[in-house]
């Protein structure tokens, strides 16, 4: 049987919201289809946190790690979707306790009922730093969230973010969720070796976990 999959990115194209100052998607054709020409061929121009993407530590912390020297294993296993839909401007642990026994090593929170994937939201909700400490002494190593900040908008001490890097936590920012039920899934969302860069464009895909095949007593 098919296993179901949920494709938890954003579209990226001319338009798509960025952080207020960032590098917004572009695209010119360096070559196109026409007579002595066989192909087409673009170039692109835009910030690595466009869309869905991991923060790489380097962002958040001068010496830290590149894209292109990042550990693939954290962005690719089990996780948990958890819904904080609407539960106001900080994800405090009692949004999320619900649904935090035996949490696996990665978790994604859904605050929106659907994702402004054309606009900017100035009023993102985001983590409490508390609740991104709590999550890593719990054991998880990834953390994402249906904004495009893991920290409000206007934040300049990015609380959490340092929290992350303290923690030694990866993140990834800008999904859609609005599709996802609560519940365990395969994350599966790999950043690209972008060796000197401080995040990488994602293609992040959540897949259905099997139920186990029913024991058969037949000899």
């Known amino acids: 049987m098919s296993t179901r999959i949920w494709d938890i990115s954003p579209p990226v194209q001319e338009g798509a919201p960025v952080f207020p100052g960032d590098t917004p998607y572009r695209q010119r054709w360096a070559a196109q289809i026409a007579p002595g020409c066989p192909v087409n061929v673009s170039e692109i121009t835009l910030s690595p946190h466009v869309g869905a993407h991991a923060d790489a530590p380097l962002h958040y912390d001068p010496t830290g790690q590149t894209s292109g020297q990042l550990a693939l294993e954290p962005y690719l296993g089990p996780c948990r979707v958890i819904h904080a839909i609407g539960k106001g401007p900080l994800v405090t642990w009692e949004h999320l306790a619900h649904a935090a026994r035996d949490l696996p090593a ?40 249906d904004t495009a900040s893991i920290d409000p908008a206007e934040s300049k001490e990015l609380p959490s973010h340092q929290a992350i890097r303290r923690r030694r936590l990866r993140v990834l920012e800008n999904l859609v969720l609005d599709d996802v039920a609560e519940g365990d899934y395969e994350l599966i969302a790999l950043p690209l070796k972008l060796m000197t860069a401080d995040a990488s464009p994602v293609r992040a895909i959540l897949r259905e976990i099997p139920n186990p095949a029913p024991s058969s007593d037949l000899p």
């Open 106 to 145: 990665r978790v994604l929170v859904r605050t929106y009922e659907r994702a402004p994937v054309e606009r900017w939201d100035p009023q993102l909700a985001a983590f409490a730093a508390a609740t991104i400490e709590q999550l890593a002494d719990l054991g998880v190593l990834l953390v994402g969230i």
